[in-house]
């Protein structure tokens, strides 16, 4: 599967591998801001976030321990929310997300 080709070659490259997932963790966006900068820290600036197809992500990576902490030295599993999107909104809420954190780091006022 290309997906899982895709985690693997990017797990090898060091980067932060993030599996959104609906039992992995939730979170504010002031947590997910700070959480996001620990994984581009642990990544070297490389974050691969993952989005399953239309029947979720394949099960040989939710195999690996949906719901684990920050400190799952293999994947860090993130829920956007308890609702279920597409794959293409999905992916419109990750980026305003990453924006968002991107801006409370900064200190703008766009959060509030």
């Known amino acids: 599967d290309?997906?899982?080709?895709?985690?693997?070659?990017?797990?090898?490259?060091?980067?932060?591998?993030?599996?959104?997932?609906?039992l992995g963790l939730k979170c504010s966006s002031e947590i997910f801001s700070?959480?996001?900068?620990?994984?581009l820290e642990r990544g070297g600036s490389r974050v691969s976030f993952v989005i399953g197809g239309a029947d979720?992500?394949?099960?040989?990576?939710?195999?690996?321990?949906?719901?684990?902490?920050?400190?799952n030295k293999q994947f860090i599993?993130?829920?956007?929310?308890?609702?279920?999107f597409t794959h293409q909104f999905a992916r419109v809420l990750l980026v305003e997300q990453v924006y968002r954190a991107s801006e409370i780091r900064r200190g703008s006022g766009y959060h509030k």
């Open 2 to 22: 290309d997906l899982i080709k895709g985690v693997e070659t990017d797990k090898a490259k060091g980067h932060s591998i993030i599996l959104l997932d609906p």
């Open 34 to 39: 700070s959480n996001m900068y620990k994984w």
């Open 56 to 71: 979720g992500l394949p099960p040989s990576l939710r195999g690996s321990s949906p719901g684990m902490s920050l400190d």
């Open 77 to 84: 599993f993130l829920s956007l929310s308890d609702l279920t």
